[in-house]
C-alpha cells in the first residue's frame, strides 16, 4: 500500500517550485490562475522572495499548496495513491491532489484560512511551543491542569508534541513540562495559536466558505486530521474539515491507522520532508521519497 502525503506550514524555501515553473507548461497555467485567485503575484514571492517574505501567513499557505499541488499533477501516472493525508494546510492539497475539491476552489479556501487565520492571531495575541521527549498523555494532562487556554495542537510523533494557546498559557505549560521532564519545550515563531480554541473565529469564517464549495469523492481514501480516519464520504470529509482549525493534528494517529492498514510504502509531495522523518519514527520498515518530476 502506499501513500502520499503533503507538507504543512513551515516547509516553505526562497526559490520552492520555480524549477517546475521553468520546466513543465502546466505549472506556468497554475501559477498565472493563482495570480488572478489570490490577487497578488504569488509566483514572484516564492521565487524571488526573502524568507520573512515567505513567512506572511498569506503567502506562506498559499505557496506551499501551489508546490504540492503542481508536483503531485506533474506527477501523471506516477501519482497512483492507495491513501492520502495532509499534515495541517498539507490536507487541503491532499484533497485536491485525490479529487475531493478542484485546484481553484481549493486555492481559494486555502487563501480564506490564512486571511482567516491572520485575522483571529490579531484578535488573540497566542503562540505555540514545541515539546521534545515527553509522553503525550503527561502533555495532555499537564495543559488540561493549567487554568488559561493551552492545548495539544500537533501530534507529530511519539515524543514530539506541539501545543497552542495564549501567551500566558504557553509560557506556564512549557515551565511544567519541563519541570515534570520535557527534554526540550522551545516557543515556536508562530503568529498564533494554530489548532486551538483561540481560532474559533477563523473556523467560523472558513466554514462559510466550506460549505458552499462542492466537494467530490476523492480517488482513495483521505486521512483526515480531525480523527486520523480513512474518509472518502464527501460529507463527512466536509465536516471533518470544518472542525480542523480548533482541532489537534492527529498525525501520530494518522500514521499509525495507515499503518494497520498495510502502508509499506509512503511519498511526500512539496517542499521538505518532515514527514518521511515522522513515519520513521513509527516504522523504519517503510519506503520513504520525495516526489520527483
Not at 522551545?186 to 469564517?205: D, I, K, Q, T, Y
Not at 483526515?224 to 474539515?241: C, H, R, W
Not at 519506503?287 to 520527483?292: D, F, K, L
Request: with cysteine.
Amino acid at each position: 500500500m502506499k501513500a502520499f502525503v503533503f507538507p504543512g506550514q513551515g516547509a516553505q524555501f526562497p526559490g520552492m517550485a520555480k524549477d517546475l515553473y521553468e520546466r513543465f507548461d502546466k505549472a506556468k497555467e497554475r501559477f498565472t490562475a493563482a495570480n488572478d485567485i489570490l490577487g497578488f503575484d504569488i509566483q514572484s514571492i516564492m521565487f524571488s522572495g526573502t524568507e520573512e517574505d515567505l513567512r506572511q501567513t498569506r503567502v506562506t499557505q498559499p505557496a506551499i499548496f501551489l508546490h504540492s499541488v503542481i508536483l503531485a499533477e506533474l506527477l501523471g501516472e506516477s501519482f497512483e495513491p492507495n491513501m492520502v493525508a495532509g499534515h495541517s494546510l498539507g490536507e487541503f492539497s491532499a484533497l485536491v491532489a485525490s479529487g475531493a475539491l478542484s485546484f481553484e476552489d481549493g486555492l481559494r479556501l486555502v487563501s480564506k484560512r490564512a486571511m482567516a487565520m491572520q485575522h483571529a492571531c490579531e484578535i488573540n495575541p497566542s503562540t505555540m511551543a514545541a515539546i521534545i521527549g515527553l509522553e503525550d498523555e503527561k502533555v495532555d494532562r499537564v495543559c488540561s491542569e493549567i487554568e488559561e487556554v493551552v492545548v495539544p495542537a500537533n501530534y507529530n510523533s511519539p515524543g514530539q508534541l506541539v501545543i497552542s494557546g495564549s501567551l500566558k498559557g504557553i509560557e506556564l505549560a512549557v515551565e511544567r513540562l519541563k519541570e515534570v521532564g520535557a527534554k526540550r519545550a522551545l516557543v515556536l515563531s508562530v503568529g498564533g495559536a494554530f489548532h486551538s480554541p483561540l481560532m474559533e473565529p477563523a473556523r467560523e469564517e472558513l466554514a462559510l466558505a466550506i460549505e458552499s464549495t462542492p466537494f467530490s469523492e476523492p480517488i482513495c481514501p483521505v486521512y483526515q486530521n480531525v480523527n486520523a480516519n480513512p474518509e472518502t464520504d464527501p460529507i463527512k470529509i466536509k465536516e471533518n474539515l470544518n472542525l480542523q482549525l480548533t482541532a489537534p493534528v492527529r498525525w501520530t494517529q494518522t500514521g499509525q491507522n495507515m499503518l494497520k492498514n498495510g502502508l509499506k510504502e509512503l511519498v511526500e509531495v512539496g517542499p521538505g520532508k518532515v514527514l518521511q522523518g515522522l513515519i520513521k519514527r513509527l516504522d523504519r520498515s517503510v519506503v520513504t521519497s520525495s516526489a520527483e518530476v
